[in-house]
């Protein structure tokens, strides 16, 4: 039946992983021999990246014969993901024990694995690179309830808002005077929808984890064992949200939004502001030409004083067989020089100290894509990576279905993250 | 009456099992069934199994269960989603069933008679259903946007915006006009198979009758082709309470606001998937759909055994 | 010419000309949306593909975004992937869903009821449910990472094999009454009479057959590593950049992946047309 389906591609359609689970293969302290890693460089290390071979094979090439050079008796394969099913794969392969050496995870990623014991504890592995990267984006690789540090920092993304200069001037705002407050924000989105007769939303998206981090919601407790947002902070936030659905400030589709679908909600300018990063303004030009004409950039809003972020990560696999030389790639991919060399190849930010401190991330040079690159630099230095890492699929869409009850007021703001957090905790209890 | 006993003659359906033919060796029916038993036993049956037992524990993607007993089923009775997700598979059953049965056929008769340029129709006709889910998502979402060609026109018309991807009622409806539409060519050439076994001599025949075609449609093309409109409506029946594609596409990965629209094999997705998964709950989802399924498929094609009667 | 003669065929006239005009809705009802995705793929860079009222004629039509399809990906190779895996998914399910359809419609034994009501279970089984545990069997069997692994778990679709026996329960019993008394075999009769007599259903299997593994998206993934290997709707997917989506890319990429699809349909479809008539009772 699979062949007819007309069900299971793409995009979407993920396995519900059923059977068979790990053999006995890994406690879960199964990653924590620190000699492991000790011993010869040498062997054929199998390294998987996430949809990176299209753009960046040159890129890719040229760091593997390198490392080649450096350690004769070492081999690199590489093999590369497309974008859609990354973590169906990731369960496939881990489920039936063919994981590659080293991985390219996303912290979300690595925590269930390393909580399998299925990847190495690079802290105890070699802890003595710890010094070499942003404190910030090593500890984003720290696991709650899990004593070490799971993969190797590697590149991070944050982003400014972008909105559309033309719909302020509209609605009667200031262009050039973006809100810097969430009062402002409110404020203004509500302005924005009163003077366009509900046409033009100032957001595409109902609050997610994120936002509540940025507005200062403490999200868990210290030691990460319980979710917290259904704290006063929290209730405030979903308050002012219920104001900006009611009246038409945020998108009507906005309880259904997905980050595609909230970009081209701004791209055909019916929304006047979104989040995006560097790499969007290349679309913006190519795309949708009007709206470049009149884009605007500024920080995201937060009352924390901290962007958020985002980080990739790259893990070795606790059950490899060649761990010293997986170790040793895996470090030498996500070294400055090399992580250095990556950030100019595409907009993102490398994890390394001292790397945004180079005068590429700081010079600014009167273009807009420049602009956009110095500030984010300038932010990742204290930015942090809101989404607690044991927040599950399952969990955000408990989350998200909260929201969007409360939103639409068939619950008060307080009673949806109440039961928001009871299930989250139970989901994290049983997991 | 008696052009009915005529198609009915020429139609058989079930001849061999009436009449049997027996003479083979004892062994040859199941040489003849041995491949396709063995894959689907091996690659579909199987595996099963592991779901009916996981669907008995507390089974994570990554992590081994324990046995829970039915503690799984039971969540499931209490489980707002559940119910949600129960009644929308319902509900899309019953409305994507009908018009999958009827047009179709009327497609299959309109595309049947050879006129020039005919090949062109036929294929422009089946290219949703050969277009990747995804793809229509894509342009289906862009149709029916509150900014969307539709709503443009609507506007235009006078009728005002309608909120077909923010309405969770008109999400799902949404959702089964989009199942519809890319079902027609789907179950087209399963009629069209069939059609091409009714002898044209009836429908002559019935022409000089002086009957019009209305009558020739009920009189001869149903009775004649009436096994295949079972078959059609037992497999879109199935196919209806296991949607997900379009659900998920245009009503988003949560099913709707609040998971209003969600349906039960999105309930199987979002509880499995990932590596966090619950794949204890996810089973027990899967189980229940696959019993329901089976009572809907065995139901339709017994209801049609009763009626042969 | 009598007045009746004419008058009939000024009502055949206007019959074919409604006959065109329904054919034309149903046409703009099943085509017109995609045209937005060709449209798409055919505009030039610069051009607003997001401005409203939206404009379905590029202003600077180019082929340059399929150019770029071919410069990113290995669209070829991975087309020739698929072909593969598609051409045997053809012919397993072809050959085995006949041969099981041909015994459970025309055979009389013990178990036969059972047979129809497994492979109806197995139509059944939630495919997503078991996906882990078809990988696992393949790992075991030494599949994984191979096109015959991608292939194997549908190669016999039971929804193919219940479409078969529903076309041979419906050859009338004097078809095989014939060669039955001229003492053919069971596989004489199979391939002599009765497979002659189902082509249109069989047809109707093969362009299902050669859909669903052309159109299968995630079973491929996960079986398959190296991108040498990989199929065109995995392949495709690396248009979705990591960091920018370029929606020509994905517009250009998605017309490709359908043309195939109707080059097949379009060779194919006079077979469905073709039934008992043409088959083994009267010729």
Known sequence: MRRHSRRTPAATAALAASALLLSACGAPDGGGD?????????????????????????????????????????????IDQPAEGYPQKLSADAAAGTLPDVVNVSPDLAYPLAKAGLALDIGAAAGKYRGEYLDGAWRSQQMPGLSGVYAFPWYLNTGPMFYNKDLFRKAGLDPAKPPTTYDRLFADALTMARKSDRRIAMLAGAPSIEDFGRYGVRLMDARGTEFTFNEPKGVELLTHYRQLYAAGALDAQALTAVAESAGRKFQQQSVAMNPGSALDLENFKRDAPGLYENIGITDAVNNTGKANMYVQGLMVSADSKVKPAAV??????????????????????????????????????????????????????TAVNYTPVVLSDQMKTVLRNAVARALQGKQSPQEALDSAVAECNRLLKTG | MGMRNAAAAVAPRDSGRRRGIRTHLPTSPWLFLAPGLLVVGGFSLYPFLSTVAHSF?????????????????????????????????????????????????????????????????????????????????LIWVWLLDDRGLINALLEVLGF?????????????????????????????????????????????????????????????????????????????????????????????????????????????????????????????????????????????????????? | MTGAAGRRRRAAGWSLAARYLLLLAVLALTVGPFLWQLSTSLKGPGEDIYRFPPSLLPHHPTLANYAEVARVIPVWDFALNSLKVAAANVLTNCAGAALAGYALARLRFRGRRVAVVVFIMAMLVPVESIMIAQFMTLRQL???????????????????????????????????????????????????IALPSVKGTLAVVAVFAFMGAWDDFLWPLIVLNDQSKFTLTVGLNYLHGTFADNQRLVAAGSVIAVLPLIVLFAGLQRYFFRGVGEGAVKG
């Open chain 2, 57 to 137: 524990t507390d089974a994570r993607t990554l992590r081994a269960g324990r046995f829970t007993g039915g503690a799984n089923y039971q969540e499931m009775l209490h489980d707002p989603m559940f119910w949600t997700g129960l009644r929308n598979s319902v509900l899309y059953v019953l409305g994507v069933v009908p018009p999958l049965v009827v047009l179709p056929l009327l497609l299959a008769l309109l595309v049947r008679r050879s006129v020039p340029g005919i090949a062109f129709f036929r294929a422009a006709f089946y290219l949703p259903v050969v277009a990747s889910v995804v793809v229509v998502g």
């Open chain 2, 160 to 309: 005002g915006r309608a909120g077909f991807l923010s309405d969770p009622w008109l999400l799902l409806l949404s959702a089964m006009a989009v199942t519809v539409w890319k079902g027609l060519g789907y179950y087209m050439i399963i009629y069209l198979a069939a059609l091409a076994q009714v002898p044209r001599e009836l429908h002559e025949a019935c022409a000089v009758d002086g009957a019009g075609p209305v009558r020739r449609f009920l009189t001869v093309t149903v009775p004649a082709v009436r096994a295949t409109m079972v078959l059609v409506a037992a497999l879109s029946a199935v196919n209806a309470f296991k949607v997900f594609s379009e659900v998920y596409l245009m009503a988003g990965a949560a099913g709707g606001p609040g998971g209003e629209d969600t349906t039960l094999v999105m309930l199987v997705q979002q509880a499995g998937t990932g590596l966090s998964g619950r794949v204890g709950y996810a089973s027990a989802l899967s189980v229940v759909v696959f019993v329901l399924t089976l009572g809907l498929m065995l139901s339709v094609l017994r209801a049609n055994r009763g009626e042969d009667r």
């Open chain 1, 34 to 78: 620190s000699d492991s890693a000790a011993g010869k460089v040498e062997g054929q290390v199998t390294f998987q990246t996430w949809n990176l071979k299209a753009r960046f094979q040159k890129y890719f090439d040229g760091v593997i014969a390198e490392f080649e050079k450096k350690y004769p008796g070492t081999k690199v394969k590489w």
């Open chain 1, 328 to 381: 040793a790639f895996a470090h030498f991919v996500t070294d400055r020089r090399h992580q250095m060399a990556f950030a100019k190849q595409v907009a993102v930010f490398p994890s390394t100290k001292g790397s945004l401190d180079d005068p590429y991330f700081t010079k600014e040079d009167g273009t807009d894509a420049t602009r956009v690159r110095v500030a984010a630099a300038k932010s990742l230095k």
């Open chain 3, 142 to 192: 030494q599949l994984h990472n191979t096109l015959l692994g991608v292939v194997l778990p549908g190669c016999i679709g039971a929804m193919n094999v219940l479409l078969m026996r529903n076309a041979f329960a419906a050859l009338p019993y004097e078809v095989e009454e014939a060669a039955f008394v001229d003492g053919a075999s069971a596989w004489q009769r199979f391939v002599r």
